[in-house]
T-cell receptor, first 115, second 112 residues
Framework: NAGVMQNPRHLVRRRGQEARLRCSPV?????VYWYRQLPEEGLKFMVY????????ESGMPKERFSAEFPKEGPSILRIQQVVRGDSAAYFC?????????????FGNGTRLTVT | GENVEQHPSTLSVQEGDSAVIKCTYS??????FPWYKQELGKGPQLIID?????GEKKDQRIAVTLNKTAKHFSLHITETQPEDSAVYFC???????????FGAGTQVVVTP
């Protein structure tokens, strides 16, 4: 069984460019979470999505960041006009639902470097 | 936001010895406490979790204890092996969904 797949693994962007990070959840999982990890820090929650719905985006910066999880295809985290402070590892996690039997499964992340 | 304090930030142990990592949280509403292991270049992997109605849980060489009164929980690794070397993160949340707060991590190095 394939786990959470994220691509690309590494992404280099110049300041001002756009970054698109993709996440394919575990097959059958309908809940997707995005987390950001700055160097030598823990993970910070960004957004929680279900198919075609944003459930909680309280951890997303108000500007330049957006996320979607369409009916078909992977979840996308989009960062417009990247700045150096956006350099981080971005992890996606999925779960089959909510409750006691829905642990999070993380992907291996996309490491974004802004030059 | 709510904080989770995690100590120590680095831990070096001899192979075969035990390792203990402690986390303190602030939100008394939390009822789910997972621990994740992150190896270099990979995503966090769940290694053990505990819920607030349980005081201790064990899975082979790893165990987690929870003290709800004091609001802290600990990870215990016994008979450490070199493959236990990694960064370990504690987290807390409610078990209804996956929005967690994470500790800053503990770099564990097991020396042969």
């Amino acid at each position: 069984n394939a786990g959470v797949m994220q691509n690309p693994r590494h992404l280099v962007r110049r300041r001002g460019q756009e970054a698109r990070l993709r996440c394919s959840p575990v097959k059958g999982h309908s809940h997707v979470y995005w987390y950001r990890q700055l160097p030598e820090e823990g993970l910070k929650f960004m957004v929680y999505l279900q198919k075609e719905n944003i459930i909680d985006e309280s951890g997303m910066p108000k500007e330049r960041f957006s996320a979607e999880f369409p009916k078909e295809g992977p979840s996308i985290l989009r960062i417009q006009q990247v700045v150096r402070g956006d350099s981080a590892a971005y992890f996606c996690a999925s779960s089959p639902g909510q409750g006691d039997n829905s642990p999070l499964h993380f992907g291996n992340g996309t490491r974004l470097t802004v030059t | 936001g709510e904080n989770v304090e995690q100590h120590p930030s680095t831990l070096s142990v001899q192979e075969g010895d035990s390792a203990v990592i402690k986390c303190t949280y602030s939100d008394s509403a939390s009822n789910y406490f997972p621990w994740y292991k992150q190896e270099l270049g990979k995503g966090p992997q769940l290694i053990i979790d505990i819920r607030s109605n349980v005081g201790e849980k064990k899975d082979q060489r790893i165990a987690v204890t929870l003290n709800k009164t004091a609001k802290h929980f600990s990870l215990h690794i016994t008979e450490t092996q070199p493959e236990d070397s990694a960064v370990y993160f504690c987290a807390w949340g409610t078990d209804s969904w996956g929005k967690f707060q994470f500790g800053a991590g503990t770099q564990v190095v097991v020396t042969p």
